[in-house]
């Protein structure tokens, strides 16, 4: 059964930094593009970074650009944004996504989707 698990989130203060972790079981996430998406109350869901997984590129959204950062961990086969400089803008449930190979903008292209976890950021 193919699942994502995010962990990694909670409350922070503004300027602070979290670490969200993103977990595949049932299949490994060499092959696969993993996004990051984030939906705050009454927003809707927008796209926080991506790693494809041809050459490693990256992406960032121009509100995170500068404070987080995605990375593969082959070993734990996981893929984690570190997150610093957190501002309360920031507070949203954020969620890791799945799709095969490359990076899309629209999360309706993502195949598997975790669960979320919460971020807080207090002003």
């Known amino acids: 059964q193919v699942q994502l698990v995010e962990s990694g989130g909670g409350l922070v203060q503004s300027g602070g930094s979290l670490r969200l972790s993103c977990a595949a079981s049932g299949f490994t996430l060499d092959a696969y593009a993993i996004g990051w998406f984030r939906q705050a109350p009454g927003k809707e869901r927008e796209g926080v970074s991506c790693i494809s997984t041809r050459d490693g590129s990256t992406y960032y959204a121009d509100s995170v650009k500068g404070r987080f950062t995605i990375s593969r961990d082959y070993a734990k086969n996981t893929v984690d944004l570190q997150m610093n400089s957190l501002k309360p803008e920031d507070t949203a449930v954020y969620y890791c996504?799945?799709?095969?190979?490359?990076?899309?903008?629209?999360?309706?292209?993502?195949?598997?989707w975790g669960q979320g976890t919460q971020v807080t950021v207090s002003s």
């Open positions: 996504a799945a799709r095969w190979r490359s990076c899309v903008r629209s999360s309706r292209l993502y195949d598997h």
